[in-house]
Structure formats: structure tokens, C-alpha cells
């Protein structure tokens, strides 16, 4: 099994619904990763041994997600070379932006690539992860390249379909207007018309054409699970 290339820290267990995003992307492009709990504030020297041997330990990015008043990230870069993520998580009464600007307004000289805040944010720090590493390694370059081309797929899709129940109402309303109104008479016919999936168009360079953004590349990491970070 191949060694962890990106970190997922989280202040609390509480973070996991939302930094679990981060892992699914990971593993979607085969990207094998660690997850812990660590906090600047409640495990402060946990954080400073994790960050300061992450290097060492092969690590390649960090990902550190936190609510409230989120200093795990800024604390994270003060001490490693490393590119960190951060994760600014809407858990408190504010609605993260008490984590957004704890995570983004970092002093000069320490970066931290702040992402949107909460589900989102942690799936775009998955996919930003996954670009770092693509600039080494091939591979991952070229799955990065097939997601784009599914994703612009799957909404050319939804687009259709949107043209599809709207053209239909309209056709509707001409021949029975007194019964076209009701959501009934749209919404059945939407059903029959979905068009079948296509085959996507490989992206230049991309490896196979595969059915599903959601096919995973490899299987879940074993690091997932238990955290594989020094002890606290
Ligand atoms: P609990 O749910 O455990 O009370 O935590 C966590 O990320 C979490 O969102 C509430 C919130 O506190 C955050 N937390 C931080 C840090 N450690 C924990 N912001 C930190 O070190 O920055």
C-alpha cells in the first residue's frame, strides 16, 4: 500500500460530515491520504508535531479544516513548507464567517489557500489537492481532466433537460390551458424525456473513457480511518 501524499486535519470530530467531501475527491482521483483530529487550541502540540514532521513523513499537501475561530491551518503553515488548504467550517452561530476570516486573513510570509467555507470548500480542497500533485505526476493530471470534461457533461445534461420541461409546458398550455397549469401535466412527461447517457468525449491525453464521475480510481485508502499522525 503506498504512503499517505495528503494530510486531513479537522479541529473536531464535529468537522468530520463536512472534511469527508475532501477524502471522497482524494479518492476519487486515487489519491491515497491520512485524516486526524488535531486542534492549535485544544491539542496545540499534536498540531506542531504533525505539521513540523509532515515533510518527513512524505506528506505532500495539508488540509486543515476548522469552525468557530479556526487557527488550525494558520498554525499548520508557521510550521511547515508544505502547501495548506484551509477549510473554513460554518459550525458556529455565525455561520463560518468567523472561520473564513480566521483562515484566509493570514499575515504576510505564512500562505493558507482558503477555500469556500463548509461541504464545498472541503471538496475543492480535495480537487486543489489532487492539482498540486498533478503538476508530478501525470496521472493524476489526466483524471483531473476527465472529471472536468464529466462535470461540463453532466450539466449540458441538466441543461437539456431544462429545455425539455419547458418546451413541453409550453406545448402544453397551447393545446389544454386549463390543465396544463397543474404541476402534474409537466412534471409526467419530463420522465420519458430524459435522454440517455451519453460517452463522453476523452479529454486530449485523458486515460479510458469511464462511465461515472463517481467510478473511484482506486480503492478506499486505508488511512482514512485511524489517524496516522504522530500522537497528540
Ligand atoms: P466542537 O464541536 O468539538 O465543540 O468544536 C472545530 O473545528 C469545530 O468546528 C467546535 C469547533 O471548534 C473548532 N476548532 C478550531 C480549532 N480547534 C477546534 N477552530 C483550532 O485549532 O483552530
Known sequence: MAKPVVGILMGSDSDLPVMQEAGAMLQEFGIEYEMTIASAHRTPKKVLEYSSSAEKRGLKVIIAGAGWA?????????????????????????????????????????????????????????????????????????RLKVYKVEMEREVEEKAKRLVTITSMAATAKVSAPAKASTPARVAAPVKVAVPAREEEPAAEGAPAKKKSRRRRWKKKPSGAAPAQGPAA
Open 70 to 142: 479556526a487557527h488550525l491551518a494558520g498554525v499548520v503553515a508557521s510550521q511547515t513548507t508544505l502547501p495548506v488548504i484551509g477549510v473554513p467550517i460554518d459550525s458556529s452561530a455565525l455561520k463560518g464567517i468567523d472561520a473564513l476570516l480566521s483562515t484566509v486573513q493570514m499575515p504576510g510570509g505564512v500562505p493558507v489557500a482558503t477555500m469556500s467555507l463548509g461541504k464545498a470548500g472541503a471538496k475543492n480542497a480535495g480537487i486543489f489537492a489532487a492539482q498540486i500533485l498533478a503538476a508530478m505526476d501525470v496521472k493524476i493530471a489526466n
